[in-house]
């Protein structure tokens, strides 16, 4: 982070004037209006600074890392037998793009548009009630995850990101345990990987 802020000191802050920033914050009783907007905004940029940081070694290179170095180890999923209100609301709270969803013996994710697509229209309500394996089975669009798209915690990240292809629209991986594809040990999207 160092070398940005002299390279760039009209765009980024030392890490002390981030730290001070977050520092009064916390010690300020108020929390509400511009001061509070300001301080959240310097919070993110001091972590993202010290993330810079532990990813890279003493001399300024990215470390080596693997999937499992990097990946989203709690993953929310979703259950055939839930029902489609409950998917709508996770999505609305996270604001997740996809949800994985295992259907028989397949992985698929079901992203923000497909179910917006399905819930648009008169049948709304009925559609809010049914589960993702009824919904799956009229005409929910759910997109299919290839089995040679899963990734292990172990592949190095270099390895996917050399193999991926630029898409348009967000990206989600499924992390799955090696000998047991069935089991989801995480996600991870390019976001992570920044």
Not at 50 to 57: F, R, T
Not at 185 to 192: A, H, I, R, W, Y
């Amino acid at each position: 982070m160092t070398h940005l802020v002299q390279a760039l000191p009209s765009r980024f802050k030392s890490f002390r004037a981030l730290f001070d920033i977050v520092l009064a914050a916390r010690n300020d009783a108020m929390h509400t209006g511009a001061y509070a907007r300001h301080a959240t905004a310097a919070a993110i940029e001091l972590c993202i600074g010290l993330e810079e940081g532990l990813m890279a070694d003493p001399g300024g290179n990215v470390v080596s890392r693997t999937v499992g170095d990097l990946m989203v180890t709690s993953p929310m999923t979703v259950e055939p037998w839930q029902t489609v209100a409950h998917v709508r609301q996770l999505m609305l709270m996270h604001s997740f793009s996809f949800l994985p969803v295992r259907l028989g013996d397949s992985w698929l994710l079901l992203s923000e548009l497909g179910l917006a697509k399905y819930l648009n229209g008169s049948q709304r309500k009925t559609r809010l009630c049914e589960s993702i394996e009824c919904a799956s089975s009229a005409d929910l669009e759910l997109v299919a995850v290839k089995d040679d798209a899963l990734l292990q915690p172990d592949m190095r990240v270099a390895d996917v990101l050399q193999l991926a292809q630029v898409q348009d629209g967000p990206m989600l991986w499924l992390v799955v345990e090696d000998q047991h594809p069935e089991r989801l040990c995480g996600v991870l999207t390019p976001f992570e990987l920044m």
